[in-house]
């Protein structure tokens, strides 16, 4: 999967009730935000920081078209 289709997926927080802090690109504010990760599911755009989430996603142009 591409960084530019990973940074473009919508947030998807799983389906599990563990609540681990974990960073998401939002791309209609154009800037990675944190969210509580249930522990399964979910999808690709989540991050283990925000600067994680910031070298994908904003480090790479394509990433932030909509």
Same mark, same amino acid.
């Given at each position: 999967?591409?960084?530019?289709?990973? /940074?473009? +997926?919508?947030?998807?927080? %799983?389906?599990?009730?563990?609540?681990?802090?974990?960073?998401?690109?939002?791309?209609?504010? $154009?800037? /990675?935000? +944190?969210?509580?990760?249930? %522990?399964?599911?979910?999808?690709?755009?989540?991050?283990?920081?925000?600067?994680?989430?910031? $070298?994908? /996603?904003?480090?790479?142009?394509?990433?932030?078209?909509?």
């Amino acid at each position: 999967m591409s960084p530019s289709y990973v /940074c473009l +997926l919508p947030l998807d927080a %799983g389906m599990c009730k563990t609540y681990q802090v974990r960073w998401y690109f939002n791309k209609y504010r $154009q800037r /990675c935000e +944190l969210f509580f990760f249930g %522990g399964c599911g979910g999808n690709a755009n989540r991050f283990d920081s925000m600067h994680d989430c910031k $070298q994908i /996603c904003l480090g790479n142009s394509a990433a932030i078209s909509i």
